[in-house]
């Protein structure tokens, strides 16, 4: 029988962490790309984009909560939420990134505002990684929860012996 214990993995360094946020990442982000279009050709594409948007962020939240972060398990709804919320922030960033563009340059061609647009997403996503790292799956490692054992130390302490009264008799004369 697995115990919580046992299903909780070691985290992973930032290195590796990070290696799998990028593959884990990517990899729902290339096959979303290619749902909205599929997507698109039956419904507006606004309404496509939304639909695989919550979908992709779903899923990323689950594959970085098992994979990428070792959590050890499914995703909390906490995190669904501030997952979200980081997704929610990126895509503010990469909105505004090209926002700036076309306030600077009149007919931006697309190699410029891939340019952009790529530098803003890597940008968010490397802050996205670092939110997602420290708070959404950090590990609250001062905190004792019902699935972490409690620990004790050993408290150094002095004994001091003290010769005891080889009769109650002597124990009330002492007194």
Known sequence: ????????QAAPGA????????????????ASSFAVAALASWIPWVLANAVITVVSTVLATELHARFTFGAGGRATWRQHAQSAGSA????????AAMFVLQ???AAPGAVLQQVVY??????????RFVVLRL??????????TATTPHTTRPVPT????TPTPASPAAL????
């Open 1 to 8: 029988m697995e115990t919580a214990q046992s299903r909780e």
């Open 15 to 30: 290195f590796t962490a990070f290696a799998r946020f990028v593959l884990c990442g990517g990899g729902v982000g290339l």
């Open 88 to 95: 929610a922030a990126a895509y503010a960033v990469t909105c």
């Open 103 to 105: 306030q600077l340059v």
């Open 118 to 127: 790529l530098s803003a997403s890597a940008l968010a996503g490397v802050a």
């Open 135 to 144: 708070v959404v799956f950090a590990r609250n490692r001062g905190a004792q």
């Open 158 to 161: 002095t004994l001091t012996r």
């Open 172 to 175: 009330c004369r002492a007194a």
